[in-house]
């Protein structure tokens, strides 16, 4: 038996996150006895999880851990579903807070599975909750620093109007700081503001076109 284990942890690779998934069936997080901890071990086991997972977590998992605690009876494939994510990576990551003792997995049918966020999982998603918040808010303060940076440059050049180029959340912050510094944003398309707020990533900068290109 030690031999065989020896040759499944040699082939495992519980670090590596999957790019697809199963069909969204639930049997690979199956226990032997439902409600015990040898249970919990057992699923561990064959898991082949014999290794710590990797350092820090995901939002993904903070996903994870809120739904589960919402719906126990939630399926992979629905789990997936909700967090626009490959039925193998909910089943990744399931593996890894079972083995960390996040999550327990209880059989309820002959086919299906409980998910139970344990105690210790409650304290991770709180954890996560705040240093998510924190984050936000470190890069919320960051764009913003980098936003102003870039429109006192383009006053300084004696521009009251700029092209923004960019989407999403860190565009916003941009328009945001645009109305608070008083410097108008061009309309979408217009090709005529020479002085852009390019979103490169997470940084902005100003960029000062040719005044010679159309």
Sequence with gaps: MGEHDGKNRGRSHPEREPEAGPSGRDEALSVPEAGTEQGAAAAVEALGLTGSPRKGTTDRELGLLSEIERDPDASQAGLAVKLGVAVGTVNWHLKRMVAKGYVKVRRAERRKLVYIITPSG?????????????????????????????????????????????????????????????????????????????????????VEESRSSS
Excluded at 145 to 168: D, I, S
Excluded at 169 to 178: E, G, P
Excluded at 180 to 205: Q, T
């Design 122 to 206: 409650i304290a991770l998603r709180a954890r996560l909750t705040v240093a998510y918040v924190e984050h936000s808010m470190a890069l919320y303060r960051q764009i913003r620093k980098e936003a102003r940076r870039a429109l006192t440059q383009a006053r300084r050049r004696g521009y009251e109007q700029v092209r923004l180029e960019g989407n999403g959340d860190i565009a916003d912050v941009c328009r945001l700081t645009c109305l608070e510094m008083g410097v108008s944003i061009a309309p979408r398309g217009d090709p005529r503001p020479k002085a852009v707020l390019r979103i490169e990533g997470r940084k902005v900068r100003f």
